[in-house]
């Protein structure tokens, strides 16, 4: 299967990613996994919006990370900085650029190693930070190539670092 195949089976209703062209179906990751998003997603928006740093986008927009075979994958959240995807990009269909930072919330039905296998494969096509949220822990696992992993809780503050420079929230906020 093509990425372009994947694209016209999501407008008949078929949702998933396409790893080296093998489709794999998703479902709905409930209620406190797509709250989660949007908070954050809102708090990367307010950021990066105004100052022209990039893009945000959600899971349903997919990232083209490799062709022949395919793979598109999707994660909850992505930033793509100006750098990598000009802020007039008009695209109607998958990001064509990596991501500069991913975001993957652990759903109920994903184990703590399937979400960190994202993640690291994230980071493996060039993603600078990936976050790994675990709402059941309250936990966000800050992750950047060749760094250890640094994990946040409730009382502490997520930075964008270099990666998304002034950034910066209550975890609380999020999770809590």
């Known amino acids: 299967m093509t990425a372009d195949d994947l694209l016209r089976l999501y407008g008949k209703g078929v ?10 179906e ?6 406190r996994h797509g709250k989660i998003a949007m908070l954050l997603g809102g708090k990367f928006v307010t950021h990066v919006e105004p100052a022209g740093l990039g893009h945000v986008f959600g899971s ?12 598109v994958r999707e994660p909850d959240i ?9 802020l007039d990009a008009d695209i109607d269909s998958y990001c064509p650029v990596g991501p500069d930072l991913v975001v993957e919330i652990k759903s109920p039905s994903d184990s ?11 980071l493996d ?10 709402p059941e822990t309250g936990t966000i696992r800050v992750r950047h190539p060749d760094l250890p992993t640094v994990v946040l809780t409730l009382d502490d503050t997520l930075d964008g670092g270099e990666v998304l420079p002034g950034f910066g929230c209550a975890v609380r906020e999020i999770l809590g």
């Open 60 to 71: 349903d927009s997919g990232v083209l990370l490799e062709t022949d075979p395919d793979t």
């Open 15 to 24: 949702r998933g990613e396409l790893i080296r062209g093998v489709l794999h």
């Open 125 to 134: 096509f060039g993603v600078r930070m990936a976050l790994v949220i675990n």
């Open 26 to 31: 998703t479902t709905p990751a409930g209620l």
């Open 78 to 86: 992505a930033y793509v900085s100006a750098e990598r995807l000009p």
């Open 112 to 122: 703590e190693r399937v979400v960190d296998d994202k993640a690291t494969m994230w």
